[in-house]
């Protein structure tokens, strides 16, 4: 089975701190993803990766960036928390040709920013 | 643009009963269809997907999905629901612009009365 981890599930941190948010998967693939998670909004992409080092922007990027140093792992970092980046954020992945895209899902971190 | 739009940000049904959750797409390109559930505190599972074959797709949990392209839909079905059933669902459609990329809908919930 494919698995997609993330570090924390929830997080609680303070407006202007930098956050970390991690996440491993171990099926060797080649995309991975960041969402984020708000009630009434479904999920929208901040940013995707379908390499090591390459990263693009995805519906919402601003105020986040990213991390791929190594196929496996993908970060999303923050690098001034501010209160309205209180969501849910998912992490997911999947191999690189269209007919498997399927996406293979985190359990979510749940950050909150007071 | 591509766009899933999710009809009912809640369905209720009773146990037994039929479940249908609604999905319309737009697409300049032949799509390809994903169901994903959500169940609480976690994150998505692949519940079907569509990608040219049969017009009728059958997924997990007795779930189905017909695609009519007449209709521009890829409606959920389940003849009966169980407990078990409550959940958010999320449609979704591949991005024409990369390979890579899903589209959501703004997720349905689904309740399952006793």
């Known amino acids: 089975d494919v698995k997609v981890t993330q570090s924390s599930r929830y997080l609680v941190k303070r407006t202007g701190e930098k956050v970390f948010l991690e996440c491993v998967q171990d099926?060797?693939?080649?995309?991975m993803f960041w969402y984020r998670q708000d009630p009434g909004l479904g999920l929208r992409l901040i940013y995707f990766?379908?390499?090591?080092?390459?990263?693009e922007k995805g519906d919402i990027p601003e105020g986040y960036s990213v991390s791929r140093e190594k196929k496996e792992r993908f970060s999303l970092i923050l690098e001034s928390a501010s209160t309205n980046q209180t969501s849910m954020y998912l992490c997911?992945?999947?191999?690189?040709?269209?007919?498997?895209?399927?996406?293979?899902f985190g359990a979510g971190t749940r950050l909150s920013v007071l | 643009a591509q766009s899933v739009t999710q009809l009912g940000s809640h369905v209720s049904v009773s146990e037994g009963a039929l479940v249908l959750l609604r999905c319309n797409y737009s697409s300049s390109v032949p799509p390809y269809l994903f169901w994903y559930v959500q169940y609480p505190n976690q994150g998505l599972q692949l519940l079907l997907k569509y990608t040219s074959a049969a017009t009728l797709v059958k997924g997990i949990n007795g779930f189905e999905a017909e695609f009519k392209k007449s209709e521009t839909s890829f409606h959920l079905t389940k003849p009966s629901a169980h407990m078990s059933d409550a959940a958010e669902y999320f449609c979704?459609?591949?991005?024409?612009?990369?390979?890579?990329?899903?589209?959501f809908g703004s997720g349905t919930r689904l309740l399952v009365r006793p």
């Open positions: 997911a992945s999947s191999l690189l040709e269209r007919t498997k895209n399927i996406q293979y």
């Open positions: 979704a459609v591949s991005g024409e612009d990369s390979s890579y990329k899903l589209i």
């Open positions: 990766s379908y390499d090591v080092k390459m990263k």
């Open positions: 099926m060797d693939h080649e995309n």
